[in-house]
Nanobody
């Protein structure tokens, strides 16, 4: 699976950005796609994930508490893309954002070690 992240940029506090993660290769072998972010000198933190649910449940989404209510993760199966809509951005959202794919265990869904495939980062900078 190859992942390509894009959509980062510089935005003022309160603004919005939409990140995209384009997947190619054996995408169906990696049912969970997540976004992580890493600020300079800090750990790589979980932001959001979306899992291939059943036809009954649809996609399952989860968010870090710090972005809940502001960020929305979604996917377009036809285009093999996952998006992260980021609204009401804050300076503390500034980081390098990565998309990742894999089959994390229940205990590792919010842990970067649970994911096998990574895209290159896309920088998000929020000015105050």
């Amino acid at each position: 699976v190859q992942l390509q992240a894009s959509g980062g940029g510089l935005v003022q506090a309160g603004g919005s950005l939409r990140l995209s993660c384009a997947a190619s290769g054996r995408t169906f072998s990696s049912p969970t796609v997540a976004w992580f972010r890493q600020a300079p000198g800090k750990e790589r933190d979980f932001v959001a994930r979306i899992s291939w649910g059943s036809s009954w449940t649809g996609s399952l989404v989860y968010y870090a508490d710090s972005v809940k209510g502001r960020f929305i993760i979604s996917r377009d199966n036809a285009k093999n893309q996952v998006y992260l809509q980021m609204n009401s951005l804050k300076p503390e959202d500034t980081a390098l954002y990565y998309c990742a794919a894999g089959r994390p265990t229940p205990d590792s869904r919010a842990d970067y070690k649970g994911y096998d495939y990574w895209g290159q980062g896309t920088q998000v900078t929020v000015s105050s």
